[in-house]
């Protein structure tokens, strides 16, 4: 079985169909990430990392540890500009609470409920730590999608739709090896 096939199987597996106090299922909260960064002209890492930014809870992970264990799963197949904003977009959530006024206020509630899991807003050292690496700014672009990703009246594109873009992703693809920052 193929990485694709792997991948495609959780998006329509059971646990796909769940996303507690958010209005759509996570398989379709992440597949409107993925279209949303679609629409708006992301070069592809940043798509898959925006279709694939929740594969941490497909495959159970709690609140706190769906990131960087989503990540390091997707790292068998995908290089860095797919796997760090992966990783980084609690951290994100984290880091714009503490740096963009009002945005806690954008939150769904759920996301605030999982704030509070996730170590709460950061400090202010935190945040200059967490905006002077290499993969925050295609980080915070995720989970910008992710925070929008939540909305019942759209019927985001199946999974089949972003398999021949995670397709030329796979390493050794000619993106795999791509540095974040491709979203700037």
């Known amino acids: 079985m193929t990485?694709?096939?792997v991948i495609a199987g959780l998006f329509a597996g059971p646990g796909a169909r769940d996303y507690l106090g958010e209005a759509v299922t996570i398989g379709e909260h992440m597949r409107q990430a993925g279209a949303l960064a679609e629409a708006a002209g992301a070069p592809a890492p940043l798509v898959a990392a925006a279709l694939l930014h929740?594969?941490?809870h497909l495959r159970q992970e709690t609140d706190a540890r769906h990131g960087p264990a989503g990540a390091q799963w997707l790292g068998q197949w995908f290089g860095p500009a797919v796997t760090e904003p992966v990783r980084l977009h609690v951290a994100a959530?984290?880091?714009?609470?503490?740096?963009?006024p009002g945005y806690l206020g954008l939150l769904s509630a759920e996301s605030v409920r999982t704030l509070a899991l996730?170590?709460?807003?950061m400090t202010p050292e935190q945040a200059a730590a967490f905006a002077a690496l290499p993969c925050a700014h295609d980080a915070v672009a995720v989970r910008r999608w992710d925070d929008e990703a939540k909305d019942?009246?759209?019927t985001p594109p199946e999974f089949g739709h972003f398999e021949a873009l995670l397709q030329a992703l796979l390493k050794p693809g000619p993106l795999s090896s791509e540095a974040c920052g491709t979203g700037r």
């Open 3 to 5: 990485g694709i096939e």
């Open 54 to 56: 929740d594969v941490g």
């Open 93 to 100: 959530k984290r880091y714009l609470c503490a740096a963009e």
């Open 118 to 121: 996730q170590g709460g807003p």
């Open 152 to 154: 019942p009246a759209v």
